[in-house]
């Protein structure tokens, strides 16, 4: 079996082909980069629609096959940008009208946990995935990825790359934030916000601004970072201890973070557990990762109506699992 998958949240429009042992057929991929300021939907929406089909073409052409080859369309449903998811679907969805082809709208939150098993070859985790947007503890109980903590505000990634910019680190923040936490030599007390197993960062990330009035910026990038992947630490360790995980696995950008790693991997294997790092390569937004989800459920006889619409605040536990039975390959 085939798949052809079309990821379009946000700022990438990738096309990725997977075959049912999990092997990888094609990843292509293009993006969207404003050259300054966030991503602007609409301009990356454009980008999608002038450029996708040549995406599509070159995902073909990197599998050696052709469309009559392919069994299904997926494609990311949500939740995501409108404009973006919509150029995505659009293309999905001619693509299975033209081809006479099943459908497969996929959560894009779910691809991220999906391919993160694949490539790690994992069969149960705790997932930890803190992306810019997202900051989500979940794990797979009872048919549902179900969210056992999630940030009440602002993603992780966001926080870091909010705060950057008033220090003038431009956009992502994250990893040179990494570099000058490493200078730091004084902890700098700032507010750590965990509510139940909920977190808030919109207070740190004002107390870190205003600290840089008074502090060395190394001195902050350090603290801040400590009281941030603690909190995330705090509210991933109670969902282990509850859930009796063994594999503990890191997905979403804010993964690379080799501090973060650490407090992790002490945090899982206080309880057992492995830690898992989604490579970068898969971390980020690519097509591949809906082609195999869409997989997954579409042999566990998950098709989507052509006339679905898209669903920017889907969330990661309105979806039935029902394609957990089965096996990760050789997992
Ligand atoms: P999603 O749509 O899944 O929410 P996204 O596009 O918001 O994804 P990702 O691409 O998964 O986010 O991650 C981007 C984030 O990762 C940015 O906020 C960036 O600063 C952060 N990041 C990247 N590398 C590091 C690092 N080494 N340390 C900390 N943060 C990092
Ligand atoms: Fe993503």
């Given at each position: 079996m085939i798949v052809l998958g079309i990821e379009s949240t946000a700022h990438t429009f990738g096309v990725g082909i997977v075959d049912d042992n999990g092997r990888i057929l094609a990843d292509q991929r293009i993006q969207h980069r404003p050259?300054?300021?966030?991503?602007r939907p609409r301009d990356s929406a454009q980008m999608m629609s002038e450029r996708g089909a040549d995406v599509i073409k070159a995902a073909l052409d990197e599998a050696k096959?052709?469309?009559?080859?392919?069994?299904a369309i997926a494609y990311a449903i949500g939740p995501g940008l409108g404009p973006c998811l919509r150029t995505g679907a659009i293309a999905a969805r001619f693509l299975a009208a033209k081809y006479n082809k099943p459908l497969v709208g996929v959560n894009h939150c779910i691809a991220h946990i999906e391919i993160g098993k694949l490539v790690g070859k994992i069969r149960d985790p705790l997932v930890v995935y803190l992306s810019g947007a997202n900051t989500q503890i979940i794990a797979l109980a009872n048919g549902r990825y179900r969210i056992f903590g999630e940030t009440l505000d602002i993603g992780l990634g966001n926080l870091l790359d909010s705060w950057g910019r008033k220090v003038g680190i431009p956009f992502p923040a994250g990893p040179k934030i990494e570099e000058l936490a490493k200078q730091g030599k004084k902890f700098i007390p700032l507010p750590y916000t965990v509510k139940g197993s909920d977190l808030a960062f919109s207070g740190l990330y004002t107390a870190a601004v205003r600290a840089t009035e008074k502090h060395d910026i190394a001195d902050v990038a350090y603290s801040l970072q400590e009281v941030a992947f603690s909190m995330v630490a705090e509210v991933a360790e109670r969902a282990l201890a509850h859930t009796e995980k063994g594999e503990v696995l890191l997905v979403g950008?804010?993964?690379?973070n080799k501090r973060l790693q650490k407090i992790m991997r002490i945090m899982a294997e206080g309880h057992n557990a492995s830690l898992h790092v989604v490579p970068m390569k898969y971390a980020a937004d690519n097509g591949i990762m809906i082609a195999w989800t869409g997989l997954l459920m579409y042999r566990a006889g998950i098709t989507t109506p052509l006339s679905a619409p898209i669903n920017p605040k889907f969330r990661t536990d309105q979806v039935d699992v029902v394609w957990a039975d089965y096996e990760t390959p050789d997992a």
């Open positions: 050259k300054e300021g966030g991503i096959i052709s469309i009559q080859d392919v069994n950008g804010v993964a690379a």
